[in-house]
């Protein structure tokens, strides 16, 4: 720490990313990427702008967003593109946050969020789950403050269904919603529709997960025109060229590719269904996910050790060390091979006494 630092920045809890380790080749299950590869279509695309790059980008972002306009049955205006969704949510507590109106979101959900309202030094609300891990929409009114959701939950991979996020938005028309659906692609319903009925809901997405583009950095931010035009007043006070060529390039086609994800993300369903059945059959309580992940936890075993264990065999999965949820590791759904590989390191990791 230099003695530049602003005052208010000396104890910021900054977010810790999963590992990206370099000592040697692992199964890497810790951080939800895709385990395919971006589709044929996106790696042209991303070739061929490679020529043009002593240009700057399209600050509007004009081909991408009519594309996604198309695909979405929506106007350009109601979306915004941010360098990964991430940018999306940190503009948004920029943007509608100050020290009148803070953040409320689940207590288990995103780490990133308690970091923006750190940094934006916010009134924050951390809103414990229910018992089995779930989030109660009632939980969420009357708080007189905005909110922030991750649908599916992460690390939990719980689903919240259209009307409960319907409750929350109808007993908050004062505050800002937002709809986090980093995981949506795999199995859930989006709110999308909902945006034409309230103009308090921001719906956030990324191609990190779904759509195999986790190093590009890209994401949606889908409202109300007001809302993307509040969004667009302070990327243009930070980041105006936010989206390189390259990104805007992969986006566009990752678009037009939209078969080649979905046939993806079925198999990644059905991977995650193995992976259920078989940690399940070994003694494992695994909650029910409709993300790309798994959160699962064994008597025998805790998630630490199991997490260690793991990566001794090769295989890096995450666990988080915040008491209500050590005892779970989460899983990251890759291919049927990787997930095989998985079972068995755990089968004989658990038959060797946890060791
Ligand atoms: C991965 C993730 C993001 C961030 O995605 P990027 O687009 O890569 O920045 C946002 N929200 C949740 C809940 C995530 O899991």
Redesign the pocket.
């Known amino acids: 720490m230099s003695r530049f630092l602003r005052k208010a920045f000396e104890t910021l809890d900054v977010y810790v990313p999963g590992e990206q380790p370099r000592d040697k080749k692992y199964i890497k299950l810790n951080?939800?990427e895709s385990p395919f590869p971006p589709s044929r279509e996106v790696l042209d695309a991303v070739a061929a702008e490679a020529a043009s790059l002593q240009l700057y980008s399209d600050p509007e972002c004009t081909a991408l967003r009519q594309t996604a306009a198309e695909q979405f049955g929506l106007q350009p205006e109601n979306i915004f593109c941010?360098?990964?969704?991430?940018?999306?949510?940190n503009f948004a507590f920029m943007a509608f946050c100050d020290e009148s109106k803070g953040m409320a979101f689940p207590a288990i959900?995103?780490g990133?969020y308690p970091v923006f309202g750190d940094l934006y030094g916010l009134d924050c609300t951390a809103v414990p789950l229910c018992g089995n891990f779930t989030i109660d929409p009632a939980d969420y009114f009357g708080l007189n403050k905005n909110i922030v959701i991750?649908n599916p939950?992460?690390p939990t991979g719980l689903l919240l269904g259209i009307e409960q996020i319907r409750a929350i938005l109808d007993n908050n028309r004062s505050n800002l919603v937002i709809i986090?659906e980093?995981?949506i692609d795999f199995g859930g319903k989006s709110c999308l529709p909902l945006i034409a009925e309230y103009d308090n809901l921001l719906v956030?997405q990324?191609?990190?997960?779904s759509r195999s583009l986790?190093g590009a950095?890209?994401?949606f931010g889908f409202a109300q025109p007001e809302i993307i035009a509040d969004l667009n007043r302070v990327k243009y006070s930070t980041n105006p060229y936010n989206i390189n060529r390259e990104t805007l390039a992969a986006g566009e086609a990752a678009l037009r590719s939209q078969s080649y994800y979905d046939a993806n993300c079925r198999t990644i369903m059905d991977n995650r269904d193995y992976t259920t059945e078989a940690l399940r059959a070994l003694g494992f309580e695994v909650l029910p996910s409709k993300a790309n992940f798994i959160f699962a936890r064994h008597s025998a075993i805790g998630g630490n050790e199991l997490y260690l264990s793991l990566k001794e065999k090769g295989i890096l999965v995450r666990h988080f060390s915040r008491p209500e949820i050590s005892d779970f590791v989460r899983i990251t759904i890759g291919t049927l091979a990787q997930m095989q590989t998985l079972v068995d390191a755990v089968r004989l990791i658990l038959s060797q006494g946890g060791n």
């Open positions: 951080t939800n941010g360098n990964g969704s991430d940018e999306v949510l959900s995103y990133f991750a939950n992460a986090d980093a995981y956030v990324t191609f990190s997960k986790a950095r890209l994401g």
